[in-house]
Structures are given as C-alpha cells and as structure tokens.
C-alpha cells in the first residue's frame, strides 16, 4: 500500500514538472509572424538530413563548424550547402553564425546556420540531433522531403521551436 502511494505521488510530480516545463516553453516561443517579417532572400525548398561530424577517433567534445564553434548534438543547429552559403550571409570561420527558419511536417524551428558542407543531391540542409527530433521524434525518417528555409536578418534570434 505504501509503494502505491509513493508511486502515485512520484507520478503527480513527474506530471507536475512536464505541465510547467510546457508552459515555459510556450510562453517564452517566438511569434511566427515576426520571424516571417524578418525573412530575406529567397525560400529554398528541399530535403533535410540529419548531421552528425562525430567519428571514432574525434576530439573530444566534437569537431569545429565552420563558424569555429564545436558542433553540439543538444543545441538548435543546422548545416547548410555549400553553394548556399551567400544566401546566407556568408557562413565563415570565425564569422558570426546566420539563423534561419526551418519548415517541414507542419513544424517550424529557428536554427543558428553555423556550418557548411558537401550535401547530398537534393539536400539543402543538414540538421543536428535535436533539430531532427523536433521534426521526427522517433528519427526514423532519417531524411525529411519538402523542406522550407528561409535566412533570417539579423543575428538576434533565440534558436528553437516557433508558434
């Protein structure tokens, strides 16, 4: 009976804690009208992947992105095709890192643009861990056709989920 209790108690507080972590996140969210009046430049459309630079062998804490930051799994990143790089501003070593607006299956996130690289026809994007969970929690699709982007102005955005 006692281990009943405790149980129950254990689970209204692991509610508890999800239900205002929600609601944190809600509340401090980026109006969607905002980020589309900061857009410039042309949409580009096409297919996203997931990025991942980590190989046996790697330095600790992962390799540099070309902006000179090291790359992170848990951050609100992307990587984007090398011929697109002046769409957004030039993504440079030592440069800062552009944001843009990413679209697809009916979600949109901010992304701090602070690397390039040789993609896959078709890809325009490669998105880290976190960004692809967003958009595919299970990471089953393992590619996401009809991808939106969209560089933002500016370099004041908040990266992560919009709406």
Known sequence: MVFRSSAAICGALVALAVSVTVARS??????SSTVVDAARGDVIVGAASTYNPFKPGKEEGGPRTASG?????????????????????GVQFGARPKFALVEAVGKKVIVK????????????IDLNERTMRHFDPSMELGVLPQVTVRPLSGDDWTPGPVG
């Open 26 to 31: 809600e509340t401090s969210g980026v109006h």
């Open 69 to 89: 930051e090291r790359y992170d799994p848990s951050v609100w990143t992307a990587a984007i095709k090398t011929g697109l790089r002046q769409k957004f501003g």
């Open 113 to 124: 643009i602070n690397d390039v690289g040789p993609l896959r026809p078709g890809r325009i």
